[in-house]
């Protein structure tokens, strides 16, 4: 196996580099950088289910968003336990047409 204990950040999966700028989320260490990525990926998918009325998948918010559908999956996932939206685990996205788990913000 390796030589070390060289730790990976569990969001992008690259070494952190001793002295790196680093951030503990879920009792583990990650990239600030990352954080703020992802942080700033769920707040942009928040934005934009928060001005679409229908329901839309991963996909189509990645597309929408310009990022890449890991960003978007990652950010939705996060967003599941938002009251702010509903999660359907197969329903026909808005956007594509497609039968696949979409989000959607709830009705008020
Ligand atoms: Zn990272
Ligand atoms: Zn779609």
Redesign the pocket.
């Known amino acids: 196996m390796g030589i070390g204990d060289e730790l990976l950040?569990p969001?992008?999966g690259?070494p952190?580099v001793p002295g790196a700028p680093v951030i503990f989320a879920d009792r583990q260490p990650?990239?600030l950088?990352?954080v703020l990525d992802s942080q700033r990926h769920v707040d942009a998918v928040r934005a934009f289910l928060q001005k679409t009325p229908g329901e839309v998948c991963d996909a189509c918010v990645a597309t929408a968003l310009g990022i890449d559908a890991e960003a978007a999956s990652k950010a939705i996932y996060r967003l599941r336990s938002d009251p702010a939206f509903t999660v359907e685990a197969a329903s026909t996205c808005a956007a594509c047409g497609e039968r696949r788990p979409t989000m959607r913000r709830r009705a008020t």
Do not use: L, S
């Open positions: 950040c969001m992008c690259e952190i990650c990239h950088r990352c």
